[in-house]
């Protein structure tokens, strides 16, 4: 019974610094909007700078202050983040914030290894929290009964400041209906900016009082953002006690898990994460959003076909890139088929998002179930390439239907969190189920046949293919189908007025994006001649994002170039240096304010100025459209 | 989507110039070289170190019969897929004569099926896998550092002479860890009968909950715990181990904790009495390693890790293949490696024939204690020849080529 006990408290324990990340980031997507995703960055860097700080000065006054002192600092820096990057970015679309954030995160990786060194770094033991008491035979360490302490204790004073401050009450009402207070007269830059540091204050505070029990590295970040998000997810967001609850839930569920499935642990967040949000599809504490004031998608310039001479440009275009073998050698062919199947990994999430409006954050799901279908086929049983190539993204196909089934019951982040949860709950499953996938050792030796074994070769088929894929999406686009998609996109409400199977439409859409993206995962299996869970991982699902946001996510086939800049880009500074990480991410935090509409988007309007100016026409049409911005 | 196919094109134009840049020059001889530069810095920077003061040494001494030897590095960003990109270039664009290196073991398993299907010599330095050698072996690669399979069969011979009976173990769940454990378990209960295995526990690699899996393993009440995890994760698990006692009184046996990579950073908190395996390079007096050890200070004035060693030893191991094919050939370098043996700073090595592995072993010790920092005492070396299995054995793991 005392063993049942301890493991309780070892759960609240846990809990303590999930719930103080998660808080920070429940508050600043609850005010802001905002999808931080730099939130575990600043996490690390509490934990570095406090690490400095409680080195250098010694005793109890030196550790406790190093660590709030680190939680300013860390805080300050946010300040800074917020208004010299974030200030200029929130007019931008949906989820484009969530580039900058995550161009943030690439370059803090590097640079904290740049500051701090590569080594594992051992914090200080807090003083007076060094030992254990021990309760019926079991320790307790006294660190963890802080811990456990401290949790509510932010929680209260949270509560209190949001009660019971003025400020309080004006971040609760910007939560609710932030266009509302801004039209009250609330100064929402300084609102936005001191959400901002709270937010970040908690999480630097959160890394900071991890150094008594953890080692500090650089690759912290990562291994809190998404459980952190999960834990928000699974509240409700912008809920504080949901964030509590949810961060307990799953600590517990975790310590206890264990005892039965040791190998739980991987994926339980995951778990908790679906099942709650088919039961309850805005988190345990969450409200149903209210119906959107403004129109997700909403593009300012009218989509439209391609005209005739620009299919013929797009053609030559195309013939351009057809002609790569003859003046490229066989590396470069190789990359040149790597950027043609991520254009069409790109373009169908693409789709989904742009069309559809829903921005799914585990679309590399469908790419890696379309490489494992491949595999399997090939090397389990023996089929032709061109066969495997025809058959094996219909398992991207099986699982885009099934997962998308449920997704589309959802929307917004909540939807996104739902299909990364699918995405999770597939990469540990390839991970783990070693006699069939390989586990992470993959499946080896999925080489093409020798028809297509030639890196000219391949580089046409896969040209070929992103061509017939980008070709067919846009078909679609313009389809009456396509159409339909956009309305359910623009209003659910009144699409399904007019007699629109809103789920139903979004579903086809869920599931051609999920084929497509299996038909990208299906030629790189065989580019790589392997398949690993990497290719079904978060990592992959971000980069696609990233793609999206870079191209433009109210264009019609941004993600084409998204992807060909952001992959091209990729692929060289990985060769080139050792600090890719620091340079891409800079690259994408310029892209960031210098195209706040994504490369694509800002090309547009500048096209659409220019000819506006000219014809009379259109510039009725632009005047009836920044009727409609101002009226947002 | 028509500006797309331009910049597409122009991207192509640019891409194709930088490829023909680099063509080999007569009087040099280029080596591949990948590894996870930016995923794991800590490890793979003595690692660069150690290749880097090989690479001088070989030039110094006249190079490759009269050859320059030149490493071209690239960093695989911890990804399979970009290890073979990284593994393309060099072998498309800088018509390197062989790949070396690689530290995870998935990506030593894409790089190596790589080298298959493009007939390209490779000589993995870090990876543990077995597979790499056995279930997945191939002709065109070989591997230096000791298996995961050797390592067990080293701690074994100690763990085996312990009294505990009841055992618990923890490992990072991926393959590396459920390996380590499976090839462990195996050994010690063919030696020892009488065992039984109490509690296993599996946290994710770089995501230990420390306090509950510590928590757990107390309660199944074992009498020695095996260890697999390392890095971050071992910080973890030994500061929630020592504050919650789970090591007083227990014996421990652990892979690699006596490296100086893992072995550093947990400092005063180091746990005494573990039997690890590992690279105590203050305390071996052999007149091979003194002249890495001053060589290495001398030129970095920082001590070496055990990746030094490796990255130091896949060089001068390349090179000796270079410089006994006397030539790029791979069916050459292929023949002249077979069996081939060499002096490293642990004594001298052979790349075995019948499975590609090298027979470099590691020290076998306990951890203890010393002005506040960790090290490994008594500690003995024990050669890579006399931990593999049979040859009959080994032909039945190994697919035929």
Sequence with gaps: ???????????????????????????????????????????????????????????????????????????????????????????????????????????????????????????????????????????????????????????????????????????????????MVAALGVNQKWLFTSVFALGVFLAALGGALQIPRDAVHHALDLRIIVDVFVVVVIGGLGSIIGAFVAAVLVSELNAFGILIFPKISIILVFLVMAVVLIVRPWGLFGKPEAAARRTPGLSVNPWRPLTTNERWLAIAGLAVAAMLPLFAGNYALTVGSEIAIFVIFAASLHFLMSVGGLASFGHAAYFGLGAYGVAFLAKMAGLPMIVSLLVGPLLGLVGAAIFGFFAVQLSGVYFAMLTLAFAQI????????????????????????????????????????????????RVIVFSPFGFALRATRDSLLRSEAIGINGKRVQWTAFVIAGTVAGFAGALFAYLKGSVFPDSLGISLSVDALVMVLLGGVETVSGAVVGAIVFKALNIWLVSQTDLSKLVLGGFVVLIVVAFPKGIVGVLETIRNRRKSSTSESSSKSSLATSRIETAE | MRRSYLLGAGLAIAVAGMANAAMAQSGEIKIGEINSYSLLP???????????????????????????????????????????????????????????????????????????????????????????????????????????????????EEAAKLPAKRWATIAPNYEYGQSAVAVFKKLMSEKRPDIVWVDEQWPPQGKIDAGPVVQAVAAANPEAILNVTFGADLVKLVREGNTRGLFKGRSVVSFLTGE????????????????????????????????????????????????????????KAAAAILAKANSTDPEKLIAAAEGLSMPSPFGEITFRKIDHQSTLGAYVGKTALKDGKGVMVNSVYRKGTDYLPSDAEVEKLRPKD
């Excluded at chain 1, 998660?22 to 730099?38: D, Q, W």
């Design chain 1, 1 to 179: 019974m005392a063993f049942y006990f301890v493991q309780f408290l070892t759960g609240l324990a846990s809990a303590a610094s999930l719930f103080l990340v998660a808080s920070g980031l429940s508050i600043i997507f609850g005010v802001t909007r905002i999808v931080n995703f730099a939130h575990g960055a600043f996490y690390m860097l509490g934990a570095y700078v406090a690490f400095t700080l409680t080195e250098r000065f010694s005793g109890a006054l030196g550790f406790w202050g190093g660590i709030v002192v680190a939680a300013l600092v860390v805080a300050v820096v946010g300040v800074i983040v917020e208004m010299v990057l974030l200030r200029r970015i929130y007019h931008a679309p949906e989820l484009f914030q969530l580039l900058a954030t995550f161009g943030l995160t690439l370059m803090v990786e590097d640079l904290v290894v740049l500051i701090w060194g590569p080594d594992d770094l051992l914090g200080r033991r807090a003083p007076g929290f060094k030992g254990a008491v021990d309760f019926f035979g079991q320790n307790i360490p006294t660190y963890d009964l802080f811990l456990i302490a401290i949790s509510p204790i932010v929680l209260g004073g949270l509560w209190l400041l949001f009660q019971r401050t003025r400020w309080g009450v004006l971040v609760r009402a910007a939560t609710q209906d932030r266009d």
């Design chain 1, 426 to 473: 597939v990469w540990s499953i390839a991970f783990q189920w070693v006699t069939v996938t390989g586990g992470d050792n993959g499946i080896l030796g999925v080489w093409p046949e020798k028809w297509a074994a030639g890196p000219a070769s391949f580089y046409w088929l896969s040209l070929g293919i992103a061509a017939i894929a980008v070709a067919i999406l």
């Design chain 2, 42 to 156: 800590a490890f793979t920077e003595p690692y660069r170190k150690g290749w880097q003061l090989a690479v001088e040494e070989v030039n110094a001494a006249g190079g490759i019969n009269g050859k320059k030897l030149v490493v071209v590095s690239k960093d695989d960003g911890g990804k399979p897929a970009d290890a073979t990109t990284a593994a393309n270039e060099l072998v498309s664009s800088e018509n390197v004569a062989m790949l070396t290196g690689t530290f995870l073991s998935n990506i030593g398993l894409a790089v190596s099926d790589f080298a298959n299907q493009k007939k390209v010599f490779f000589l993995a330095a870090e990876p543990l896998t077995d597979a790499i050698t056995w279930s997945k072996g191939n002709r065109y690669t070989f591997r230096l550092r000791p298996s995961n399979y050797m390592q067990a069969a080293m701690l074994v």
């Design chain 2, 260 to 315: 100086p990579e893992y072995l550093d950073p947990l400092k005063d908190e180091t746990p005494e009495g573990w039997i690890v395996t590992g690279y105590p390079w203050y305390d071996i007096k052999t007149p091979d390693h003194d002249k890495f050890l001053k060589a290495y200070q001398a030129k970095f004035n920082d001590y070496p890790r055990l990746g030094s060693i490796v990255g130091y030893q896949t060089i």
